[in-house]
Nanobody, 120 residues
Framework: VQLQASGGGLVQPGGSLRVSCAVSGTLFRFRDLAWYRQAPGKQRELVAGIGNDGTTTYADSVKGRFTISRDNAKQLVFLQMNSLKPEDTAVYYC???????????????WGQGTLVTVSS
């Protein structure tokens, strides 16, 4: 699976940003997808996941602020981030894994990620 994330950048606290990920090398419409992030000195963590049926899950820290969505025709997955905080600063990665019983299990492929920096 190839994953190409894009759309990161510098944004002020309280601002918004949408990151995108192009997915190829797999039957996109059947895949469960997710966004992870890794901040400096911290472990990679799940931010949001979306099943092939549109079911979503979010980390508590981003609920109500972030929205994950997918475009099966274009093989893209998005993460809309609103009300951004400095603690959201991280490299954001997309992943094609498995979503079962409310838990997202990451696949082995990651891609290069896209850096989101929230700072004034």
């Amino acid at each position: 699976v190839q994953l190409q994330a894009s759309g990161g950048g510098l944004v002020q606290p309280g601002g918004s940003l949408r990151v995108s990920c192009a997915v190829s090398g797999t039957l996109f419409r059947f895949r469960d997808l997710a966004w992870y992030r890794q901040a400096p000195g911290k472990q990679r963590e799940l931010v949001a996941g979306i099943g092939n049926d549109g079911t979503t899950t979010y980390a508590d820290s981003v609920k109500g602020r972030f929205t994950i969505s997918r475009d099966n025709a274009k093989q893209l997955v998005f993460l809309q981030m609103n009300s951004l905080k400095p603690e959201d600063t991280a490299v954001y990665y997309c992943n094609a894994g498995q979503y079962s019983s409310g838990i997202f299990y990451a696949g082995n492929d990651w891609g290069q990620g896209t850096l989101v920096t929230v700072s004034s």
